[in-house]
């Protein structure tokens, strides 16, 4: 930081003493190295100036009459507005406890008199310097906390717009889905071009609704409120019934799914409903990424050290890149991954259940190469 930054950003410099001669000096001088400059001859004017218009540093002479340096300099960290406004005492006392009562004082910086031009000069800069810093550091943190606050009303809004989504959009998917039960109950009118439209309405209203509930879900247990609802239960039966729901999408390609769950497991602890989705998620993308005649094997273990349940679904399709393994759990990620040919699951289905075993006190991850296929794997307590 040289002078003609200096004279460029015309720092304002308060000049305190009680001797005219003393201030006419050091106006003159600091005004022809590009300093805006005031002035003060008591203390008690010092700080009604300083009031005023703050300065960018003070020069302060320690011997004034009524109020002298030491007790302007005390005054000026005492008050909130002034406590980081830096302070060079200037004074002929040369001892050093007159220094250590200047620096005990709250001054940043001590000259002694006679004063040396370029030692009053690198003095300044060097506050200067650290003041420059620290409005950055201000500004930095004001700025912040404005985004900060923005943010939170965004995340208020964003909170009421899926509200407002969920509620106006699940009652008539509701309405879809009931009207395409009561058509299949009456199958034997329609053709069979007919039932398979009424199949397809109907899968794709559940798949709908799936998401809702997914945002829903995913919105409340980002903010810590949606509540577990636990409850024991067997795992392997959850695995079983998952199976049997996605069977006719696997033997549409004649894919394969088999459980291995290495005999009689304890008890999981849990959110049954929630696990539940968690697992029909992670089939749901195993079948869609195999390969036709392809196979899907569920596992199911025990770690009796953890004492968790470790459960994996694992697929023989296409894989995933190393460098996705993570941001495949983040919302909407696979608006990115589309950019380089991935197939992907629709943006919420992941992220949901990375945030609902995290909710249970468990890990998900995957492990996949190209063209190997993919394992999740996650773990909840037994």
């Given at each position: 930081?040289?002078?003609?930054?200096?004279?460029?950003?015309?720092?304002?410099?308060?000049?305190?003493?009680?001797?005219?001669?003393?201030?006419?000096f050091l106006s003159t001088y600091l005004s022809r190295k590009g300093y805006t400059v005031s002035t003060a001859q008591t203390g008690q004017q010092a700080l009604n100036q300083i009031k005023e218009k703050m300065p960018d540093v003070v020069l302060l002479d320690v011997m004034m009459p009524e109020m002298d340096g030491f007790e302007v300099c005390r005054r000026l960290?005492?008050?909130?507005?002034?406590?980081?406004?830096?302070?060079?005492?200037?004074?002929?006392?040369?001892?050093?406890?007159?220094?250590?009562?200047?620096?005990?004082?709250?001054?940043?910086?001590?000259?002694?008199?006679?004063?040396?031009?370029?030692?009053?000069?690198?003095?300044?800069?060097?506050?200067?310097?650290?003041?420059?810093?620290?409005?950055?550091?201000?500004?930095?943190?004001?700025?912040?906390?404005?985004?900060?606050?923005?943010?939170?009303?965004?995340?208020?809004?964003?909170?009421?717009?899926?509200?407002?989504?969920?509620?106006?959009?699940?009652?008539?998917?509701?309405?879809?889905?009931?009207?395409?039960?009561?058509?299949?109950?009456?199958?034997?009118?329609?053709?069979?071009?007919?039932?398979?439209?009424?199949?397809?309405?109907?899968?794709?209203?559940?798949?709908?609704?799936?998401?809702?509930?997914?945002?829903?879900?995913?919105?409340?247990?980002?903010?810590?409120?949606?509540?577990?609802?636990?409850?024991?239960?067997?795992?392997?039966?959850?695995?079983?019934?998952?199976?049997?729901?996605?069977?006719?999408?696997?033997?549409?390609?004649?894919?394969?799914?088999?459980?291995?769950?290495?005999?009689?497991?304890?008890?999981?602890?849990?959110?049954?409903?929630?696990?539940?989705?968690?697992?029909?998620?992670?089939?749901?993308?195993?079948?869609?990424?195999?390969?036709?005649?392809?196979?899907?094997?569920?596992?199911?273990?025990?770690?009796?050290?953890?004492?968790?349940?470790?459960?994996?679904?694992?697929?023989?399709?296409?894989?995933?890149?190393?460098?996705?393994?993570?941001?495949?759990?983040?919302?909407?990620?696979?608006?990115?991954?589309?950019?380089?040919?991935?197939?992907?699951?629709?943006?919420?289905?992941?992220?949901?259940?990375?945030?609902?075993?995290?909710?249970?006190?468990?890990?998900?991850?995957?492990?996949?190469?190209?063209?190997?296929?993919?394992?999740?794997?996650?773990?909840?307590?037994?």
């Amino acid at each position: 930081m040289n002078e003609q930054h200096f004279a460029h950003k015309q720092y304002h410099v308060l000049v305190v003493d009680d001797e005219e001669l003393n201030v006419r000096f050091l106006s003159t001088y600091l005004s022809r190295k590009g300093y805006t400059v005031s002035t003060a001859q008591t203390g008690q004017q010092a700080l009604n100036q300083i009031k005023e218009k703050m300065p960018d540093v003070v020069l302060l002479d320690v011997m004034m009459p009524e109020m002298d340096g030491f007790e302007v300099c005390r005054r000026l960290r005492e008050d909130p507005a002034t406590h980081m406004l830096p302070v060079i005492m200037v004074t002929a006392l040369s001892s050093v406890e007159d220094e250590v009562r200047a620096l005990d004082s709250g001054a940043d910086d001590f000259l002694p008199k006679p004063i040396n031009n370029l030692e009053l000069l690198a003095r300044l800069r060097s506050l200067l310097r650290i003041k420059s810093l620290h409005d950055q550091l201000k500004d930095s943190k004001n700025e912040l906390e404005g985004k900060n606050k923005k943010l939170v009303e965004l995340q208020g809004l964003r909170d009421s717009l899926t509200q407002m989504i969920v509620h106006d959009l699940k009652n008539p998917l509701t309405g879809i889905m009931g009207c395409s039960e009561l058509l299949m109950m009456t199958k034997e009118n329609l053709s069979e071009k007919q039932i398979a439209i009424v199949k397809k309405i109907d899968e794709s209203a559940t798949t709908i609704l799936n998401m809702i509930s997914d945002m829903l879900d995913i919105s409340r247990m980002e903010e810590n409120k949606l509540i577990l609802h636990k409850q024991f239960f067997n795992i392997t039966e959850i695995l079983q019934a998952n199976v049997e729901e996605f069977r006719i999408m696997m033997q549409k390609n004649s894919i394969t799914a088999e459980i291995d769950s290495n005999g009689s497991l304890p008890l999981v602890e849990a959110d049954k409903d929630m696990i539940n989705r968690v697992i029909a998620n992670l089939l749901h993308n195993a079948v869609k990424h195999s390969h036709p005649e392809g196979r899907i094997i569920l596992t199911a273990r025990h770690d009796p050290v953890s004492n968790k349940i470790m459960i994996s679904i694992q697929d023989f399709g296409e894989g995933i890149p190393e460098e996705y393994h993570e941001k495949i759990f983040e919302k909407f990620s696979q608006a990115d991954l589309k950019k380089y040919g991935l197939k992907t699951d629709r943006g919420l289905g992941l992220a949901f259940c990375k945030l609902a075993i995290e909710a249970h006190g468990g890990q998900i991850h995957v492990e996949s190469r190209l063209h190997q296929g993919s394992k999740f794997i996650f773990d909840i307590p037994a």
